[in-house]
């Protein structure tokens, strides 16, 4: 009878591990029948504490200082009555500030230049008001002051990661109701989470109104309604027979 050498058992030994390696690997992959991805979103509503005000003062005049000026005196009256009003100076903030010329253009269709007929001014403002029990105070205010222009109103929340954590929690629970039904459809049974990310989810935007200089009798009326707060998440459950 042939005496093995150490290489020859070494060789076998090594072989075996590998076989019984792969063995078991095949067994783990047997335990589990595959993979499952669903999406869920979570819903919460949620009354808005704050509103932004989009506002603006536009003015004309025959030259750009009288009509820069004009815009100037009128936004620092809105900015006075705004304050006054409560509002907190990091509350109120300049958006937009342009002055340019007014032309008049020859209908006869000509190749002459355009004359300047004059210039016009303005300045747009952000506004946030913070208690919303004022807000139609407010945009009566800012009107009757100067302000001939009112881009439009969103609510917001001061502090939406809370409710937000609400949704959140909503679009596991949805996705994990989904992937169990999915599972049980197919006769299989539903294991544990493997991936999970999320998905742009946030507060939904509230435009409300636009409004001109024609609103300025009486204090505006305004509902605000509720917000509507989003989730969503992506989860991968892994399944077994």
């Known amino acids: 009878m042939r005496t093995m050498s150490i290489f020859e058992f070494k060789g076998m030994a090594a072989a075996l591990v590998l076989a019984l390696s792969l063995a078991m690997g095949f067994a783990d992959a047997g335990e589990a029948a595959g993979k499952i991805t669903v999406t869920g979103e979570g819903r919460v509503a949620a009354a808005p504490d704050m509103a932004t005000i989009m506002l603006g003062v536009t003015s004309q005049a025959d030259t750009a200082d009288a009509a820069l000026s004009d815009n100037s005196a009128r936004v620092a009256e809105i900015m006075?009555?705004?304050?006054?009003?409560?509002?907190?100076?990091?509350?109120v903030q300049t958006s937009g500030l342009s002055l340019n010329?007014?032309?008049?253009?020859?209908?006869?269709?000509?190749?002459?230049?355009?004359?300047?007929?004059?210039?016009?001014?303005?300045?747009?403002?952000?506004?946030?008001?913070?208690?919303?029990?004022?807000?139609?105070s407010v945009l009566d205010t800012v009107v009757k002051n100067g302000a001939n222009t009112l881009n439009g109103l969103t609510f917001g929340l001061t502090a939406?990661?809370?409710?937000l954590d609400e949704a959140r929690k909503?679009?596991?629970?949805?996705?994990?109701?989904?992937?169990?039904?999915?599972?049980?459809?197919?006769?299989?049974?539903?294991g544990p989470v493997l991936t999970i990310a999320e998905s742009s989810g946030y507060s939904e935007p509230m435009p409300m109104f636009r409004a001109d200089a024609a609103m300025s009798a009486g204090a505006v009326p305004v509902a605000s309604g509720e917000l509507g707060v989003s989730a969503m998440v992506t989860i991968e459950f892994e399944l077994s027979p």
């Open 101 to 136: 010329p007014q032309f008049s253009y020859d209908s006869s269709g000509s190749d002459a230049s355009p004359d300047i007929l004059g210039f016009i001014a303005s300045n747009n403002v952000t506004v946030r008001v913070r208690v919303l029990d004022g807000l139609g």
């Open 160 to 163: 939406p990661e809370p409710i």
């Open 170 to 190: 909503l679009a596991v629970q949805e996705a994990r109701r989904k992937a169990e039904l999915y599972a049980t459809a197919a006769g299989l049974l539903l």
């Open 80 to 91: 006075a009555r705004l304050k006054e009003a409560g509002i907190a100076d990091r509350d």
